[in-house]
């Protein structure tokens, strides 16, 4: 990841010049040819790099790698005290080693029959909240892969019909009790209590066209913009908390 050159203080080598380091390295190398002769091949449709850090060592001369430090405390401590020996950082170590070692790798959810996905949240580390075009709003949990529909909140009277046009938005206040996102009709928002998602209060009657977007302000206050060119501020109370009924009328 990083490499400094260092210079000698006392005697003709620096003090990380010593013989060990080389049988060390050497034993890195064979067990890393061990490990990629066991992997099992890569699926094609995902792209693995080899770790190019062998290939640069292997060209390196010993008498290099001995003089050389490739300690990042090193590395920082040189730069910080302004001192004249090569060194040089390799920025591209990280995303190198992520893709050689398989470790942020592409995972598709299958949904079914469930039209494509409009907007998502993490509620935990292990589940997934999002919304799709369908108007379906779903629960994953990344862990035992479980999949389930939260119900949507229906006014008491269905004025618009036509406005399911599926959940655009859906945002989580910043202390994390609560969620706003599309309703039933995608002219409405509905927000549910956290981390249990019971349904607490529904906000009607400020837009005539599907909502695009949600934003929390704080933990009480919300806007919401819609396609009806309009910017409507909401409050929840205290007050919606147990207001839903069996029925999904409030």
């Not at 080899?50 to 405390?73: G, I, P, Q």
């Not at 050689?100 to 949904?111: A, G, M, Q, V, Y």
């Not at 994953?140 to 269905?158: A, F, T």
Request: hydrophobic content about 30%.
């Amino acid at each position: 990841m990083a490499q400094t050159r260092r210079v000698p203080v006392f005697g003709s080598r620096p003090p990380c010049a010593y013989q060990s380091r080389l049988d060390e390295h050497s034993l890195q190398l064979r067990m890393a040819r061990l490990e990629r002769s066991r992997k099992l091949d890569k699926p094609e449709d995902f792209v693995c790099y080899e770790d190019s850090d062998e290939e640069e060592e292997n060209t390196m001369s010993l008498c290099t790698m001995l003089n050389s430090s490739y300690n990042f405390v090193d590395y920082i401590r040189n730069r910080e005290y302004g001192m004249r020996e090569y060194r040089s950082v390799n920025q591209n170590h990280g995303t190198r080693h992520i893709l050689t070692h398989d470790l942020f790798k592409e995972r598709s959810i299958p949904l079914n029959t469930m039209n494509k996905v409009f907007c998502s949240q993490w509620l935990s580390s292990k589940q997934i909240v999002f919304g799709t075009k369908c108007n379906k709003l779903m629960v994953y949990n990344v862990k035992s892969h479980e999949l389930d529909q939260i119900p949507s909140i229906k006014g008491r009277i269905d004025e618009a019909a036509d406005q399911r046009s599926g959940i655009h938005s859906l945002k989580i206040n910043p202390s994390r009790t609560l969620l706003a996102t599309g309703a039933y009709n995608s002219n409405e928002i509905a927000v549910y209590r956290l981390p249990t998602l019971d349904p607490i209060v529904l906000a009607e009657g400020a837009h005539k066209d599907l909502i695009f977007d949600i934003e929390w302000l704080d933990d009480e206050f919300f806007v919401s913009g819609s396609r009806d060119t309009k910017l409507a501020l909401w409050q929840v109370q205290d007050k919606y908390q147990e207001k839903y009924d069996s029925d999904g009328d409030f």
